[in-house]
C-alpha cells in the first residue's frame, strides 16, 4: 500500500515520521501532498523528500479533501493496483499504527480500515467531546456505529479509488463524507485499535472549531432534517385526516402518501444529491415500494396498539421510531445506493518532483 500524507505548514514531525516509515518498512512508498503550505516551509518538505517521500504541490491551500484527492489520483495513475493508507503529518499516527492499519487492509481486502483512537488518558476537552458528539450524530443518521470518526489514519483498497474522487467535499468535511457516503452504499467499514496520540493539546491542529465542525456537521443535518420534516409531516397530516374523517385506515394512507412524497424529493435532491434532470422512476418504484412496506408495517402497528388503548399520537411516536431504522437502512442500500452528483477528478500538481530512496 501506498502512505498518502497531506500536510499544510508541517513542522519536522513530518520528517520524522517518513524517515521511520521507511526505516520501519523500507519498501513503503510515501506520497506527501503540500497544500499551498508557502516558501517557508519549503525546507520541511525538501528534508521530508530526501528521506524517500514523492512530493505533490497545491500552489495555494485547497483544503484537505482536495489534497487526498490530488493523491488518489496520483496512486492510480502512477501506481495502478495499489491501495492508499492515509495519515495525518502532524504525529498523531505512529508508524507502526500506520503499518499496521495498511496490513489489516491487505488481509482482510475490505472496503474501509479505520485505526480507531480509543480516547482515553490525557486528551484535549475538544477532542474527547467533539468525536463523542459525532459519534453519535453518524449512528443516529446512519444506523452505523462507529468508533472514531474523525480519525485521518484510513486505508482504503485500489478499487476505492475511483470512488473516492467522486465523493464531495474538499476541506475537513470530506472525510466524514467518506463514512457517511460507505454508510449509505452498504460498504463495509473495519477499524482496528490504534494509539491515542496529541501533543501540546493538539496545538499544531488547523482545524477551525466554528466552520470546519459546521462543514463536518452539515451531511449529519441533512439526514436529521428529512427524517424529521417526514415525520412532522406525517405526523400533521394523520391528526388532520383523522379529524375529518374518522377513519384510521385512510387517515394512516393519507399522511404517508404525503409524508413519502416530502421525504422521497428531499432525500433524492438534498440527501442524496441526485441531479434534478437525471433520470428517477427506478429510484420512485424502489422507494414506494419500501414506502407500501412501511404503511403496511406502519397500520398494523398503530391498529394493535390503539386497540389496546395506547393514544394516537404515542402510538404514531413509538411505531415511527421502530421503524425508523429499518427504512432508512432499505434507502441507503436499495433505493439511493450509487454514485450521487460527481467531483471532478483532482488532476496532479505541476510542481510534482519524485525522490526515489537510495
Not at 266 to 280: D, G, I, K, M, Y
Not at 283 to 290: F, G, S
Not at 322 to 351: D, K, N
Amino acid at each position: 500500500m501506498i502512505v498518502l500524507i497531506p500536510a499544510y505548514e508541517p513542522d519536522e514531525r513530518l520528517v520524522h515520521l517518513v524517515r521511520a516509515l521507511r526505516r520501519e518498512r523500507p519498501t513503503t512508498d510515501v506520497v506527501l501532498v503540500d497544500d499551498g503550505s508557502g516558501p517557508a516551509y519549503a525546507p520541511v518538505f525538501a528534508a521530508a523528500a530526501d528521506a524517500g517521500a514523492t512530493l505533490l504541490t497545491h500552489p495555494v491551500n485547497q483544503g484537505k479533501g482536495r489534497a487526498l484527492k490530488t493523491g488518489f489520483t496520483y496512486v492510480a495513475t502512477q501506481h495502478p493496483g495499489q491501495g492508499v493508507v492515509c495519515a495525518d503529518c502532524d504525529g498523531q499516527h505512529t508508524p507502526a499504527d500506520i503499518l499496521a492499519v495498511a496490513d489489516h487492509a491487505l488481509a482482510e481486502d475490505t472496503a474501509v480500515v479505520l485505526g480507531a483512537r480509543q480516547f482515553t488518558g490525557s486528551v484535549p476537552l475538544r477532542s474527547r467531546f467533539g468525536n463523542a458528539c459525532t459519534r453519535w450524530a453518524f449512528r443516529a443518521g446512519t444506523g452505523c456505529s462507529v468508533q472514531d470518526t474523525q480519525t485521518g489514519l484510513r486505508a482504503y483498497p485500489a478499487h476505492m479509488l475511483p470512488w473516492l474522487l467522486g465523493v464531495r467535499g474538499e476541506r475537513f468535511e470530506y472525510e466524514l463524507v467518506v463514512l457517511l457516503r460507505a454508510a449509505a452504499e452498504g460498504l463495509p467499514v473495519e477499524e482496528i485499535t490504534i494509539a491515542t496520540v496529541y501533543l501540546d493539546g493538539n496545538a499544531s491542529s488547523h482545524f477551525r472549531p466554528l466552520v470546519d465542525s459546521a462543514r463536518i456537521y452539515a451531511p449529519l443535518v441533512r439526514f436529521a432534517a428529512s427524517s424529521l420534516l417526514a415525520f412532522a409531516v406525517d405526523a400533521l397530516v394523520l391528526l388532520a385526516l383523522m379529524a375529518l374523517s374518522g377513519s384510521l385506515l385512510a387517515s394512516v394512507v393519507g399522511a404517508r402518501v404525503a409524508s413519502s412524497s416530502v421525504n422521497f424529493a428531499v432525500n433524492r435532491l438534498w440527501v442524496f444529491r441526485r441531479r434534478a434532470r437525471q433520470p428517477a422512476g427506478r429510484e420512485a418504484i424502489r422507494y414506494w415500494v419500501l414506502a407500501v412496506a412501511l404503511l403496511l408495517a406502519g397500520y398494523g402497528a398503530l391498529w394493535a396498539l390503539t386497540g389496546m388503548g395506547v393514544p394516537l399520537l404515542v402510538a404514531k411516536v413509538g411505531t415511527d421510531l421502530a421503524l425508523f431504522v429499518v427504512g432508512y437502512q432499505v434507502q441507503r442500500t436499495a433505493v439511493f445506493a450509487g454514485t450521487t452528483r460527481p467531483v471532478p477528478a483532482a488532476q496532479r500538481s505541476h510542481s510534482e518532483r519524485s525522490v526515489n530512496a537510495g
